[in-house]
């Protein structure tokens, strides 16, 4: 294939990117947009402090723009994200208990009838555990709600909105032998044993020098393939943008059977939420760098 998305359609893959409500207008980019990228991600629109400003107010207007814009081009959406310790909109980040619990589950209901049926994945819980070595789950305010709000949280995605995939998406997870990882892995496997709704695993995989790119990566997403998930990497950015790690990056999803599609967060580096690392496929210019060479010679 000639453009990312054509070519990870080769082997039945999707290659996506996180897109901007606002950027919409700019036409470098929405040229870019359209040309390469089969699935999209909106990288602030649909997370809780956007479509639930005030409690009970729901606010769809950026993130509908997105998905509109997608299915205008026969591209497919990532949901991102229903749960999450962060970019909760203040009046959550003063709840607790059981009133948190309500509002939470409330939330992942509303948001997901309104998208019913319309999105390919819905990340229903995002980053909640910890790093470091203990492998545990990360303190917040909704895991103070009971060890039970993830599994909750799948359940109420799934009455909602029951032909959507359903995801759990976390970074610091690509190492095997690293307890985050295995902490993970263990939830997933234990949801899979008692049929707690769990389609698949996103690898949000922000490399940098302080958690680069692992050698075990490719045995940690055939790892969680073989208990019955797909495995997406998510928010692919790699400090540098060697163009070698994002070669061997996409060669170990093609390895993977159940790895299905790679997203990278954002189009050109000035659009990167770390932007000081030149982290992405495309230059400020909207030029293609040598990283996207390698990854379309890798699809
Ligand atoms: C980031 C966005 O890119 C930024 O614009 C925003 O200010 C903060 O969030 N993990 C995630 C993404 O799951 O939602 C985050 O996106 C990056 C880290």
Redesign the pocket.
């Known amino acids: 294939g000639t453009t990312l998305g054509a070519s990870a359609a080769e082997s039945g893959r999707y290659f996506g990117t996180?897109v901007?409500a606002n950027k919409l207008s700019d036409s470098t980019y929405v040229g870019i947009l359209n040309r390469e990228f089969t699935m999209v991600t909106a990288?602030?629109e649909m997370?809780i402090d956007a479509t639930e400003p005030n409690q009970g107010q729901f606010s769809y207007g950026n993130a509908d723009r997105i998905v509109s814009h997608a299915k205008g081009q026969g591209m497919r959406v990532r949901g991102?994200?229903l749960a999450?310790h962060?970019?909760q909109p203040g009046w959550m980040q003063n709840m607790s208990g059981s009133a948190l619990r309500s509002a939470m589950l409330n939330h992942v209901t509303q948001v997901a009838t309104h998208y019913k049926g319309q999105l390919y994945s819905w990340?229903v819980v995002?980053?909640a555990f910890a790093d470091g070595s203990s492998g545990a789950r990360r303190d917040s305010n909704l895991q103070r709600t009971g060890n039970d709000w993830i599994e909750a949280a799948f359940r109420a995605a799934r009455s909602a909105d029951p032909d959507t995939k359903l995801c759990y998406?976390d970074?610091n997870t690509d190492d095997w032998g690293q307890a985050k990882t295995q902490a993970v892995y263990n939830m997933v496997r234990d949801f899979k044993s008692r049929g707690v709704p769990i389609d698949c695993v996103g690898f949000?995989s922000?490399f940098n020098s302080g958690s680069p790119y692992p050698s075990s990566y490719r045995t940690t997403l055939s790892s969680f393939a073989a208990l019955g998930v797909d495995v997406q990497i998510?928010?692919l950015d790699i400090a540098g943008a060697s163009g070698t790690t994002y070669g061997n990056v996409t060669k170990d999803c093609l390895a993977v059977a159940r790895c299905n599609g790679i997203t990278v967060?954002?189009i050109r580096d000035s659009d990167?939420?770390r932007s000081g690392d030149s982290p992405l496929l495309f230059d400020g210019s909207g030029n293609k760098k040598a990283a996207y060479t390698s990854v379309l010679n890798a699809l």
């Open positions: 996180a901007a990288e602030n997370k991102h994200t999450w962060s970019q990340d995002n980053e998406n970074y949000q922000h998510t928010e967060w954002g990167s939420w």
